[in-house]
C-alpha cells in the first residue's frame, strides 16, 4: 500500500523553486544561481552583506517564500542570511537582528509579517535576538519597477521606532534583498532618529550593480 507521502508527491509533485522542474524544491543548475557566497556593498554609511547575486532565479525563490508562503523557499532564504550572519566580522554575543516589517497590506495578504518571521527562525537557528522594533508609518508603493530617485522618494519618513521599543546591542537590519538601498537606508534612518544606530545590515541577495 502507497504510503501518505508517497501518494502526496504523486498528487503535489515537489518542483524546484527556480525553474519548475519536476524534482528536488531546487534543482543542480538552479543551485549554482543560489549558491551562498560573501557580498559587501556600502549605501551611504551603511555596510551591507549578503549572500547570492539577484539572479532571475534568485528572484523567483524570493517570490515563492514571500508571496506563496512556500516553507522550502524560506529555509534557502534563512540558509542564506545565516551563512552571511556567521561569516561576518561581528560581535556573536552582542548581535540583535532587526527585520525589515511589511506594511499591513502585504501582512494580511500573505497571513506573516515576511521578514518578521524569517528573523524568528534565523533566530532559532543562531540564538541571535530579534528586536522587531521598526513599523511602517505610512503607505508606500510596490518598489518593483521603480528606479533609484522613486524608490528613494517612496521610502522617505516611511519607518519610524514602534512605541516603547528599546533595541539594545549590535543592531543588524535584516532584509531579503538589497536592491537601491533605499529601504535600508530609512530603517537605519529611523533608528538613528532615536539615538540607535545600526552596525550593518545582512540580506539573502544583492542586485549588482545597484540600481
Ligand atoms: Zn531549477
Known amino acids: 500500500m502507497p504510503t501518505i507521502e508517497a501518494l502526496s508527491q504523486l498528487l ?3 518542483r524546484c523553486f527556480g525553474c519548475n522542474k519536476i524534482g528536488l524544491s531546487i534543482c543542480s543548475s538552479c543551485r549554482r544561481e543560489w549558491h551562498p557566497h560573501y557580498y559587501s556593498t556600502h549605501i551611504s554609511q551603511l555596510r551591507v552583506h549578503s549572500a ?3 539572479s532571475a532565479t534568485a528572484s523567483k525563490i524570493v517570490l515563492a517564500a514571500k ?4 516553507k522550502g523557499a524560506d529555509a534557502l ?4 542570511i545565516v551563512h552571511v550572519l556567521l561569516q561576518g566580522n561581528f560581535d556573536k554575543h552582542n548581535i540583535q537582528l532587526v527585520p525589515i516589517p511589511s506594511s499591513a497590506s502585504a501582512r494580511r495578504r ?13 533566530s532559532l537557528r543562531t540564538g541571535y535576538p530579534v528586536s522587531d522594533s521598526l513599523e511602517l508609518v505610512r503607505k508606500v508603493r510596490d518598489q518593483s519597477g521603480l528606479h533609484a530617485c522613486a524608490r528613494a522618494r517612496n521610502m522617505q519618513g516611511a519607518f519610524a521606532l514602534k512605541r516603547g521599543a528599546y533595541p539594545r546591542g549590535d543592531l543588524i537590519l535584516i532584509d531579503d534583498v538589497v536592491t537601491t538601498g533605499a529601504t535600508l537606508c530609512e ?8 539615538g540607535f544606530r545600526p552596525i550593518a545590515s545582512v540580506t539573502a ?5 545597484l540600481r
Open 12 to 14: 503535489f509533485p515537489i
Open 77 to 80: 532564504i534563512i540558509d542564506a
Open 110 to 122: 500573505r497571513g506573516r509579517s515576511f521578514i518578521v518571521d524569517i528573523a524568528g527562525s534565523i
Open 187 to 194: 530603517a537605519a534612518r529611523a533608528l538613528m532618529n532615536q
Open 205 to 209: 541577495c544583492v542586485a549588482q550593480p
Open 67 to 70: 508571496e506563496s508562503g512556500l
Open 52 to 54: 547570492v547575486l539577484y
